[in-house]
């Protein structure tokens, strides 16, 4: 019996869209269905990173650290406008401990029991050897140790700090990255229908039939394999829309991040390490802002949209202001997110300590169904990769690809950057820096698609400030599925931090009109 798709997909996050534009790439009919905005849930609430997760080698978690240490600089290469190089700055004290019940403070409390939890120096050097080592780098510098009384990152710390590390990660713009690969998938030949809830899956005739719903009106489609990327859902989706029993599940954790008014003035961030074990990151964020975060906390009802509770937001000021002289108080926060990461449950004891490593778990009892449970924004390109190799032998497909295949946008070298900004500004003459930059990270070579012809703001059409014109909405509206001020200020970009509430509503009318 023919199929209207080889896969379709639910869920629009990362891993649904990185799935579309991998198995659309290799020849295979894709759909893909998103019941809100794309990557409006989990993947635009996160710390924004791509990295290795220095901190599961305490887990001993080498292998999954691996896998994203060397996918690491794959995607910097692919995507160069909207992620980016970025050193970390890990102040050391003798009071930094480990997290009581993980794999290397149980080692050390047994065979160094006089430490009582702390972390040695040593011990964060070895750490950071292999970090620096267990991926292999290119372009990324490695850890070199700062005396903090004589750099600039010293400045704002307290004075009991006078030691730190400096090693490599990276920044991603997290929601970007979701609407480039839908994008990329779309230009391939997928179908992407946002906005659109799956209603019911149900096995017939040896194929898939899924009714979806848009604006009141259902529709049916047929697909020869189904792939659950539902995120927090997946468990939903496998029992209430598919209708099967699974054992397996997901533990629902709540990331929450604090946005103040800039702390420091230089363009690199800190890995802090809490005396409780824990540790967040204090980041630059959009120029004038600083990005904190993240906690752990379980989150138990799907039901309720996740927010930065009082007691979350204490909790990372007060973190915060143990290493900062100046105090980080509730009145510096501007803004706060929130997000439930669906960790693959495997029974940890804590929120802290559940694997941050992905499961594929495939049902061939009739059409096939892959079940994507846990994952990480590092390894999503990977998680894509290995969903096609246990999909292919069953609805056919080419080889993978996406490894040197850059995102839209993204078809230049890491170090042009900077010339990119430049040759904006000489092209567009009314661009100042900041403008040109904003264009250049969010939309690399294609900013000027979008500028066009303009000869000056005038000709890019409505202002609605900030240096959002029409000229850029129509295109979000165009090619990456904005409907709503919401889409555009929150997740193509961060322009809800300087648009008033009047800016965003004057936006939302021009775009329902």
């Not at 490695?142 to 030691?163: E, I, N, Q, S």
Request: glycine residues 8%.
């Amino acid at each position: 019996m023919n199929a209207d798709f080889d896969i379709f997909i639910i869920g629009g996050g990362i891993n649904g869209c990185g799935i579309a534009r991998d198995a659309a790439g290799r020849g295979l009919k894709v759909g893909l269905a998103e019941m809100n905005d794309l990557g409006s849930a989990t993947s635009s609430a996160s710390t924004k990173l791509f990295h290795g997760g220095l901190r599961y080698l305490e887990f001993f978690e080498f292998g999954l650290v691996k896998k994203a240490l060397v996918e690491r600089e794959v995607l910097l290469k692919n995507m160069p406008h909207i992620s980016w190089p970025m050193r970390f700055v890990l102040p050391y004290h003798k009071d930094m401990r480990f997290e009581n019940d993980t794999p290397t403070s149980k080692l050390l409390s047994t065979v160094m029991p006089w430490m009582k939890g702390r972390r040695p120096a040593w011990l964060i050097r070895l750490g950071l050897f292999f970090y620096d080592n267990l991926g292999g780098r290119k372009i990324l510098p490695g850890t070199h140790v700062v005396d903090l009384t004589k750099r600039a990152v010293g400045d704002p710390l307290k004075d009991k700090f006078t030691k730190a590390y400096e090693y490599s990660d990276c920044w991603i713009e997290d929601s970007r990255l979701v609407v480039l690969n839908a994008r990329d998938a779309e230009e391939r030949g997928a179908t992407i229908m946002t906005r659109t809830k799956v209603v019911s899956a149900a096995r017939v005739d040896g194929i898939w039939e899924i009714v979806t719903e848009h604006d009141g009106v259902q529709r049916t489609h047929t697909a020869r394999a189904l792939v659950n990327a539902g995120g927090p859902w997946v468990e939903n989706i496998v029992r209430d829309v598919a209708r099967l029993n699974t054992s397996e599940g997901v533990r629902l954790v709540r990331g929450s991040h604090i946005v103040t008014k800039k702390l420091f003035d230089h363009d690199k961030s800190y890995f802090f390490q809490g005396e409780d074990g824990r540790i967040i990151f204090a980041i630059p964020y959009e120029t004038d802002f600083t990005l904190i975060g993240t906690t752990d906390a379980e989150h138990e009802n799907l039901s309720e949209k996740p927010y930065a509770t009082d007691e979350e937001q204490d909790y990372l000021c007060a973190f915060a202001s143990q290493y900062f002289k100046k105090p980080v108080t509730r009145d510096d926060v501007v803004w706060t997110y929130s997000g439930v990461r669906p960790l693959y449950d495997d029974g940890a004891k804590s929120a802290t300590a559940a694997t941050r490593d992905y499961v594929l778990s495939l049902d061939e009892n009739g059409a096939p169904l892959l079940n994507i449970f846990g994952g990480k924004i590092t390894t999503y390109r990977k998680l894509a990769e290995n969903a096609l190799k246990k999909l292919t032998p069953l609805v056919g497909g080419g080889a993978p690809w996406t490894a040197d295949a850059a995102l839209p946008g993204g078809d230049f070298k890491v170090k042009e950057r900077d010339q990119l900004v430049a040759d904006l500004q000489a092209n567009y003459p009314f661009l100042d820096e900041r403008w040109a930059l904003r264009l250049i990270k969010g939309y690399g070579t294609e900013a000027r698609v979008i500028l066009g012809e303009a000869k000056a703001v005038a000709d890019l059409g409505q202002d609605f400030g900030a240096t959002l014109t029409e000229a850029e909405v129509r295109w979000l509206m165009t090619k990456e599925y904005a409907h709503t001020a919401d889409d555009v200020v929150w997740r193509r970009s961060k322009l809800g931090l300087r648009l008033t509430s009047d800016q965003i509503a004057a936006l939302d009318a021009f775009m329902a009109a």
